[in-house]
C-alpha cells in the first residue's frame, strides 16, 4: 500500500466512517429521490413497450422486403410474356419479309421515303 493510503484510512463524514481503499471513490452520494412501486411498474411496462415496438418495426422490414420481392417476381414475369409476344411478332414480320414479293400485303405497301416531306406532317 502506497504512504499517501495509509496515512489516510479513513474518513468521517457526518454520522458515517468510510475506509478509503484503492479504486474507491473519495465521495458518496446519497440521492435524495426515492421511487415507489408504482413507479418500477411503470418504467417495466414502458420497457416492454419499447421492446415491443422495436420487434414490431422489424417484422415490418420483412413484411416490405416481402411485398418488394413479390413486386419485382411480378414485374419479371410481365417483361418475360412481353418479350415472348415481341419475339412471336418478330418472327412473323421476318417470315412476312422473306416472303415479300409473294406477299399481297407486302407487295401493295409503300415505302414512306416516297413522300414529299410536307405530306407526312
Given amino acids: 500500500m502506497s504512504a499517501y493510503y495509509a496515512s489516510r484510512r479513513t474518513m468521517t463524514t457526518g454520522m458515517n466512517t468510510m475506509s478509503w481503499s ?29 421492446i415491443g415496438l422495436f420487434a414490431l418495426t422489424q417484422g415490418t422490414k420483412v413484411a416490405q422486403y416481402d411485398a418488394d420481392i413479390a413486386g419485382v417476381n411480378s414485374e419479371i414475369a410481365e417483361l418475360e410474356a ?15 419479309a422473306a416472303k415479300d414479293e409473294s406477299n399481297e400485303v407486302a407487295s401493295t405497301m409503300v415505302n414512306t421515303n416516297s413522300y414529299p416531306e410536307h405530306a407526312r406532317e
Avoid: C, P, W, Y
Wanted: proline share 0%; hydrophobic share 55%; glycine share 2%.
Fill in 82 to 96: 412481353r418479350r415472348d409476344a415481341l419475339t412471336v411478332e418478330n418472327a412473323k414480320i421476318t417470315a412476312a
Fill in 22 to 50: 484503492r479504486n474507491r471513490n473519495a465521495v458518496r452520494h446519497n440521492a435524495n429521490i426515492q421511487i415507489g412501486s408504482l413507479m418500477h411498474v411503470f418504467i417495466l411496462f414502458l420497457i416492454a413497450v419499447l
